[in-house]
Nanobody, 125 residues
Framework: QLQLVESGGGLVQPGGSLRLSCAAS????????IGWFRQLPGKEREGVSY????????VYDGSVKGRFIISRDNAKNTVYLQMNSLKPEDTGVYYC??????????????????WGQGTQVTVSS
């Protein structure tokens, strides 16, 4: 059964860090590119970061570039999102997703066929 499970969210103060994990099961992670998305309060779901199946490609939205780092451990079938220097505007639900085709930009939800349930990140003092 194909499944993605996010974990690692929580409450953190501004300037703090969190590491999100996306554990995959039911398929071999090394064969797929993975994206991290977030849904901020009152807004559409947006792409945060992306890592290609070969690990040579990593992409970040401008709002998180220089603060977030995406990585993967294929042996553990897990993708990580290290989030540093967190800001209140990073507050939202974070999702990982499996990209199954490359028809559109990496931020297009229509190129992803499997999603996790999401993990809440709250940045507040």
């Amino acid at each position: 059964q194909l499944q993605l499970v996010e974990s690692g969210g929580g409450l953190v103060q501004p300037g703090g860090s969190l590491r999100l994990s996306c554990a995959a099961s039911g398929f071999t992670l090394v064969d797929y590119s993975i994206g991290w998305f977030r849904q901020l309060p009152g807004k559409e779901r947006e792409g945060v970061s992306y890592i290609g199946s070969n690990d040579r490609i990593t992409v970040y939205d401008g709002s998180v570039k220089g603060r977030f780092i995406i990585s993967r451990d294929n042996a553990k079938n897990t993708v990580y999102l290290q989030m540093n220097s967190l800001k209140p505007e990073d507050t939202g639900v974070y999702y990982c997703a499996r990209r199954y085709r490359n028809l559109r930009s990496w931020t297009s939800r229509y190129d992803y066929d499997a999603w996790g349930q999401g993990t809440q990140v709250t940045v507040s003092s």
